[in-house]
């Protein structure tokens, strides 16, 4: 059975720096792309950044570029997400998600498991 399962989440203000992890199990994910996405209050899921598993190969939305770099740890089963220069609309809950693809994709649906998030607030 794949469990994600976040930390890291918390209250800070602006500008500052946030770790997010997802601690992998279940299965061997060197075939996946690991996501995060994220989602605040009445606004839809939106994509944040993804690496693929095997290569590291990553991607970001153009909201977070240049602040937010995700890595993962294979011996660790682990991915992360350093958030740095963090602003108030970066205020969400963040989930981790796993999609069997070695193709990143911006799209939730292409993403087969999902963590329960970590909430992020960050105040002005």
């Known amino acids: 059975q794949v469990q994600l399962v976040e930390s890291g989440g918390g209250l800070v203000q602006a500008g500052d720096s946030l770790r997010l992890s997802c601690a992998a199990s279940?299965?061997?994910?060197?075939?996946?792309?690991m996501g995060w996405f994220r989602q605040a209050p009445g606004k839809e899921r939106e994509f944040v950044a993804a690496?693929?598993?095997?290569?590291?190969?990553?991607h970001y939305a153009d909201s977070v570029k240049g602040r937010f770099t995700i890595s993962r740890d294979n011996a660790k089963n682990t991915v992360y997400l350093q958030m740095n220069s963090l602003k108030p609309e970066d205020t969400a809950l963040y989930y981790c998600?796993?999609?069997?693809?070695?193709?990143?994709?911006?799209?939730?649906?292409?993403?087969?498991?999902w963590g329960q998030g970590t909430q992020v607030t960050v105040s002005s």
């Open positions: 998600a796993a999609g069997d693809t070695i193709v990143i994709s911006m799209a939730g649906s292409r993403y087969d498991y």
């Open positions: 279940g299965r061997t994910f060197n075939t996946y792309t």
């Open positions: 690496i693929t598993w095997s290569r590291g190969t990553t």
